[in-house]
């Protein structure tokens, strides 16, 4: 299976992000768009656009910026709750026709603030039951018409999605990507999703977690096509392994003077992944041959809490072996953006084609 290389457009209303140069026109269409258009000149296929209440509408931004782009493919982020599967099923696919079958979709179950935009805070449990119904009852509408469901948390009758989403090759649909790792998250995972994203975990964690998910699938009857598996992660690269890490201990270190700012999300601190990630550290500054736990310790969360540090060449090396393991979605990051997707397009992505 080829190999698909994403980046992330940090869709955010407070600058600053990640040490991304503090401008007042950052979350600007024409900031925004820069970063889309770049990514199109230096080889990468689309980019993930985070969610999160407080943050402006992923879908939104990924519909200004497929208007804007040519083959750029936006990973639309989108939380079960906040859109309801037959309103996000046609939404989706009204883009999806717009802008020639460019849609990706990465479902988010974490806590966010539900309250806020009239939800009712629930379990782990009820919150995976919602989300298993709502990637079941999405799929359906994509491709089957006069759908009705009965679920416990969504209904629809007699109901068909228009326009329709146009079959190319063998994408039937607009991949639908899922992060999580408790018990809860995988079982939903195995099941229903597409693509299986990893936080930056040393290999053997990602080795154990893709074997459990494919015994999951067979032990879950999965229907599907099978599981594919994606890694979301900060990639440090620099011209030389020494340049790389001097500049990588000196943003920790500022990072540590900064520590103490508020959480953009106070509830992923609560996450099984994200504490599977802080817990890293506990076990050394560096695993494997270059991933960083040091950033989790001051302060980075999600994807920027390891890093993988070095020359084009040592991150590349690495980038290949969670490919051995069954990786073949990558979204990476580094900041500032637009520098880092050039950098990277030209002297990382080369390396890794098939």
């Known amino acids: 299976m080829s ?15 990640r040490g991304e140069p503090v401008t007042v026109d950052h979350n600007s269409l024409d900031t925004l768009t820069a970063q889309a258009n770049a990514l199109e000149e230096h080889g990468w296929k689309g980019a993930l656009i985070g969610t999160g209440w407080g943050r402006p509408d992923t879908l939104t931004v990924a519909t200004a910026l497929a208007a804007r782009t040519t083959t750029f493919e936006p990973l639309v982020a989108v939380r079960p709750g906040y859109w309801s599967p037959a309103h996000f099923a046609s939404a989706a696919a009204s883009l999806d026709h717009l802008s020639g079958g460019r849609v990706r979709v990465n479902i988010v179950s974490g806590k966010d603030n539900l309250g806020a935009y009239g939800e009712r805070e629930s379990d782990q449990a009820a919150r995976y039951a919602r989300t298993k119904e709502f990637l079941q009852l999405v799929r359906k509408l994509w491709t089957e018409e006069n759908v009705t469901y009965r679920g416990e948390h ?35 995972a195995a099941a229903e999703a597409d693509v299986q994203l990893f936080w930056g975990e040393p290999l053997e964690g990602v080795r154990e977690r893709i074997e459990r998910l494919r015994a999951l699938s067979e032990e ?66 560096v695993l494997d041959d270059n991933l960083y736990t040091a950033p989790g310790k001051v302060g980075g969360g999600g994807a920027g809490t390891t890093w993988l540090v070095g020359s084009p060449e ?41």
């Open 3 to 17: 190999l698909e290389f994403l980046w992330y457009i940090p869709n955010q209303v407070t600058p600053g992000h």
């Open 154 to 188: 969504f209904q629809v009758t007699d109901s068909t999605v228009v326009p329709r989403i146009a079959p190319r090759g063998d994408r039937l649909h607009p991949k639908l990507y899922f992060g999580g790792a408790s018990d809860a998250a995988e079982r939903v």
């Open 220 to 285: 879950l009857g999965r229907e599907h096509a099978p599981l594919e598996f994606g890694l979301r992660i900060t990639t440090f690269v620099r011209d030389t392994t020494e340049q790389a890490w001097a500049e990588a201990e000196a943003r920790v270190a500022e990072m540590a003077k900064n520590q103490g700012a508020p959480a953009q999300n106070p509830h992923r601190q609560t996450a099984v992944g994200q504490q599977r990630l802080l817990d890293l550290a506990t076990r050394g500054e």
């Open 314 to 354: 040592d991150v590349a090396k690495s980038l290949r072996k969670y490919q051995d393991l069954g990786i073949t979605h990558f979204v990476l990051s580094d900041t500032p953006y637009l520098r880092e997707i050039e950098r990277q397009g030209n002297q990382l992505l080369p390396l890794l084609g098939e």
